[in-house]
């Protein structure tokens, strides 16, 4: 069973995509933005910024008018701002604070000046959002020129441990392990480790069983963390005491990485490879999938506009933030169509988890416009 014929079968990804080819960036955006506010209209957060009035704006004739109504209504909010007047009554519980329901999960992310550790809402329809962007990533490889049998080869996610803590009434843990504990039934046959390996939380175990088991397997693509991955590859190229990881694994192409930037790993990546790999970024936050590199041609990446997401871009500028890398009080805010090619923008989102017109820390810069496509060039702070 080949999984490229197993996507393209379901069709709805690859209607998505075409439907983001071919509709321009605004109107995607306007029509995502509508469907949140709809969805969470009734939520403590929709009544108390009055998303009912923001939502009667959609039926302006100026292009603009939904979104200097919602600009207007809502704050800005970072991290600990939006926690401590919302996302601390759902981690505490309550339902329907800034989206409809209980949150069940929580993704554990790197900390603030404020805090050890963000608690980042994950929501159903989050978790639906990250497989369908995914899947498309993956469609993207038609793209490429590979081999037909690649796809039937496997797919090794390193993540972390899909065995999420428990704390009363939601579970915790990391994205890559929320995510992974709810893969659907037709991908296993693709998926290694396997859900047993996956549910390890020491690093050590989880890293000394899947090299036991590598050479049991037929990879072709790997995904994770660039330091994760390399550290296991050279844990399985000494245990079997062979050069290369393609040794193992010979028919391994593609390795899809986040995260963080893969250039200082190259070089020490590559001495472990015999044949060189096809490498596909990706921009998987815990707030969302957010773009992942669409093209071989380009290192670009191209933001997903019709998934969940509503973006926003403040000008990354002393205007707009401190020499700390704070946020002003009152700041200059643009959608998809008000941006220019080659100027950097802090980026704020709105998604179906309940964040709304959330800083999420990254500085990016467009490549395309017309295409949506970014790379990222720094942090906030």
């Keep these: 069973m080949a999984i490229l014929g197993t996507l393209l079968k379901k069709g709805i990804t690859l209607r998505e995509s075409l439907e983001q080819q071919y509709t321009s960036p605004l109107e995607l955006q306007k029509q995502e933005l ?24 959609f039926k302006g004739k100026q292009i603009d008018t939904f979104y200097q109504e919602y600009t207007n209504a809502i704050p800005t909010f970072d991290y600990n701002r939006i926690f401590d007047q919302w996302w601390k009554s759902a981690k505490d519980g309550k ?42 990533q993956i469609l993207s490889l038609s793209r490429y020129d590979l081999p037909t049998d690649l796809f039937t080869k496997g797919i090794l996610m390193l993540g972390g441990s899909t065995n999420l803590r428990k704390h009363g009434t939601y579970f915790e843990g990391d994205l890559s392990g929320i995510t992974t504990a709810q893969i659907p039934f037709w991908f296993q046959h693709f998926y290694k480790p396997g859900k047993k390996i996956a549910k390890a939380s020491d690093w050590g175990s989880k890293l000394d069983d899947i090299t036991k088991k590598a050479k049991d397997w037929d990879i072709g693509i790997i995904v994770g963390v660039p330091a994760w991955l390399q550290i296991l590859m050279e844990k399985i190229i000494n245990y079997y005491g062979v050069k290369t990881i393609h040794d193992i694994w010979p028919n391994l192409r593609i390795f899809v990485h986040g995260g963080v930037s893969f250039e200082p790993y190259k070089k020490g990546f590559e001495k472990l490879l015999s044949t060189p790999l096809i490498y596909m970024e990706t921009y998987l936050a815990s707030e969302g999938f957010v773009a992942f590199q669409a093209y071989p041609d380009r290192k670009s990446m191209r933001l997903v506009l019709n998934n969940g997401i ?54 990016i810069k467009f490549a395309s416009v017309e295409e949506a496509e970014i790379n990222i060039v720094g942090r906030t702070k």
């Design 34 to 57: 509508r469907k949140l506010l709809i969805h969470s209209k009734q939520t403590q957060f929709g009544e108390f910024y009055g998303f009912d009035k923001i939502l009667k704006s």
């Design 95 to 136: 339902r329907d604070v800034c989206y409809p329901g209980k949150i069940k999960y929580f993704a554990l992310s790197s900390g603030t000046s404020g805090a050890t550790s963000k608690y980042i809402p994950i929501t159903k329809d989050m978790v639906k959002s990250i497989r369908k962007t995914s899947v498309r």
């Design 310 to 363: 509503f973006y926003e871009f403040i000008p990354f500028n002393e205007k707009n933030f401190t020499d700390d890398g704070e946020l002003r009080e009152q700041v200059e805010t643009l959608h998809i169509g008000q941006v220019e090619k080659g100027k950097d923008y802090a980026l704020l989102i709105t998604t179906n988890a309940g964040t709304w017109r959330y800083l999420i820390g990254d500085v």
